[in-house]
Nanobody
Framework: QVRLVESGGGSVQAGGSLTLSCSFS????????MGWVRQAPGKEREGVAV???????VYGDSVKGRFSISIDHGKNILALQMNSLKSDDTAVYYC???????????????????????WGQGTQVTVSS
């Protein structure tokens, strides 16, 4: 019943900003952890940001201070605001979800993004230097 659909990807110059959106349904949000995971060609998946049922957040070291994750409950949208973009941010970005009881955002979800068990199709972000 879980459905995740990403949008908002595109091309942007280094130093610019971009906002990604994930429309979700079939999620019991107060129990869930949701996050953004990215993957560049030939590289492993990298956890970007996670938000827990208690609204706590964690961020990967490479994006800390530049990216912000949030949820709009009225629109059922998970967002990722990306600022000060770098060429190293170029990747496909995936919205992901896991239903763990009273889930708290934790670095473990960033290090082991395979913990998420529901995924969107991804949206491409390309940053030009």
């Amino acid at each position: 019943q879980v459905r995740l659909v990403e949008s908002g990807g595109g091309s942007v110059q280094a130093g610019g900003s971009l906002t990604l959106s994930c429309s979700f349904s079939g999620i019991y949000i107060v129990s869930a952890c949701m996050g953004w995971v990215r993957q560049a060609p030939g590289k492993e998946r990298e956890g970007v940001a996670v938000i827990g049922a208690d609204q706590g957040t964690v961020y990967g070291d490479s994006v800390k201070g530049r990216f912000s994750i949030s949820i709009d409950h009225g629109k059922n949208i998970l967002a990722l605001q990306m600022n000060s973009l770098k060429s190293d941010d170029t990747a496909v970005y995936y919205c992901a979800y896991v239903d763990h009881e009273n889930c708290h955002a934790d670095n473990a979800y960033l290090v082991h993004p395979g913990t998420f068990d529901s995924w969107g199709q991804g949206t491409q972000v390309t940053v030009s230097s």
